[in-house]
């Protein structure tokens, strides 16, 4: 008997209904949406790209550089929370244009995880340590809040 409660409910799940999974926007509503987001990626990324071509900032006191780590950390959780919203909308249209260029941006992500290696070096030369680890669990945990505060309006 469980045996056939499993495979209804394997069999099920590829049965759902298929309007669940259809696009719900035409594709220049979707494009108009999605590259909203991409814009907000685009300028945080020129943000982190100064960041990592300028040399570590000293601060005078720890507290003065926590705040400076949070300001930072908080600027990744907005750029990957707008990339992942890109993507939430680029797939609700069908058009597949726009999904790839939605995705097209993820390696944005590197370019995060560059700047966390930086400022682990920076938090050594202003006395202070970072797990880097910590802080991605940190973005990882924000972010879904972050992406339902910069969502656009349906």
Not at 20 to 29: D, G, I, L, N, Y
Not at 31 to 54: G, I
Not at 95 to 116: F, G, M, N
Request: charged fraction near 30%.
């Amino acid at each position: 008997m469980r045996w056939m409660l499993v495979l209804l409910l394997l069999l099920g799940v590829p049965a759902a209904p298929a309007w669940a999974r259809e696009p719900h926007r035409t594709v220049e509503e979707a494009r108009t949406r999605m590259e909203y987001h991409l814009r907000e990626v685009n300028q945080l990324s020129e943000h982190f790209e100064s960041l990592m071509q300028k040399d570590c900032p000293h601060f005078d006191s720890p507290g003065e550089w926590t705040s400076y780590l949070d300001t930072e950390v908080e600027r990744v959780v907005t750029l990957v929370a707008h990339l992942e919203q890109a993507w939430v909308e680029a797939k609700a249209t069908g058009d597949d244009e726009v999904r790839r260029t939605a995705k097209a941006p993820r390696k944005r992500v590197d370019q995060a995880r560059a700047l966390l290696d930086k400022l682990q070096g920076c938090a050594q030369d202003n006395g202070a340590q970072i797990s880097q680890a910590t802080l991605w669990r940190r973005i990882e945990r924000e972010v879904p809040r972050r992406q339902a505060e910069i969502a656009l309006p349906q």
